[in-house]
């Protein structure tokens, strides 16, 4: 299995732009997170899916974040506008939730840096 | 609310010594499960260990062992004979129920592992 696969790797926009990150889950995973990690405030949960549908999105800091699932195999994180301070590392990760659960595989993330 | 509390932010020791990070928790639930992740100096996030609340069975994995205590909410990572590739930072996360098949993680700040040849 070809694991969590995020794109871009690395993505530099300038202010005001809309930046869309996104993530393929691994096959037959049925949760998908959204995290972020910076410096200041470490890996913090985004948000959440199970079975495409989105659970908790408390973690998302403004509404100028959105996440989507359309389907099983893909997900996106939208940030409109960004600004400077959205710059950080995001991670997507999936699982297998229920009676067969499992750990959490995370990607290798995206460096995003608004300028 | 859940919280993991890292109070080591930097460890360095020389190669071949042992090395204990500590990892301390708070949460309501009787069901947990606790991780341990490793991010090496490339970035990625590496699954080490998980543990659910019901299972106080400590765990070793060739250099590695995890010692989890419920009565001072602990879940202790030591490296035996460490090696330079150790060097990362390695997180501590709960998961409240779901095992972080559903629920999400939550993570400590991390400690960096600096292991000098």
């Known amino acids: 299995d070809a694991g969590v696969i995020q794109s871009p790797r690395h993505e530099v926009t300038e202010m005001g732009q809309e930046v869309t990150l996104r993530c393929k889950p691994i096959?037959?995973?049925?949760?998908l997170f959204w995290y972020r990690q910076t410096m200041m405030r470490g890996l913090e949960l985004l948000i959440y899916f199970n079975n495409n549908v989105p659970i908790d999105d408390s973690g998302m800091p403004e509404d100028r974040f959105s996440a989507k699932m359309p389907n099983a195999s893909f997900s996106t994180l939208k940030i409109q506008p960004s600004e400077p301070r959205d710059s950080a590392v995001y991670f997507c990760?999936?699982?297998?939730?229920?009676?067969?659960?499992?750990?959490?595989?995370f990607g290798q993330g995206t460096r995003l840096t608004v300028v | 609310a859940q919280k993991v509390t890292q109070a080591q932010t930097e460890i360095s020791v020389v190669e071949k010594e042992d090395v204990t990070l500590d990892c301390v928790y708070e949460t309501r639930d009787t069901t947990y499960y606790l991780f341990w992740y490793k991010q090496p100096p490339s970035g990625e996030l590496v699954f080490l260990i998980r543990r659910n609340s019901f299972d106080e069975q400590n765990e070793i994995s060739g250099r590695y062992s995890w010692n989890f205590q419920k009565s001072t909410s602990s879940f202790n990572f030591t490296i035996t004979a460490s090696q330079v590739v150790d060097s990362a930072v390695y997180f501590c996360?709960?998961?409240?129920?779901?095992?972080?098949?559903?629920?999400?993680?939550?993570f400590g700040k991390g400690t960096h592992l600096i292991i000098q040849p």
């Open positions: 996360a709960l998961s409240e129920e779901s095992g972080g098949g559903a629920d999400g993680l939550t």
């Open positions: 096959s037959g995973h049925n949760s």
């Open positions: 990760a999936s699982s297998l939730a229920g009676h067969q659960n499992t750990e959490a595989f």
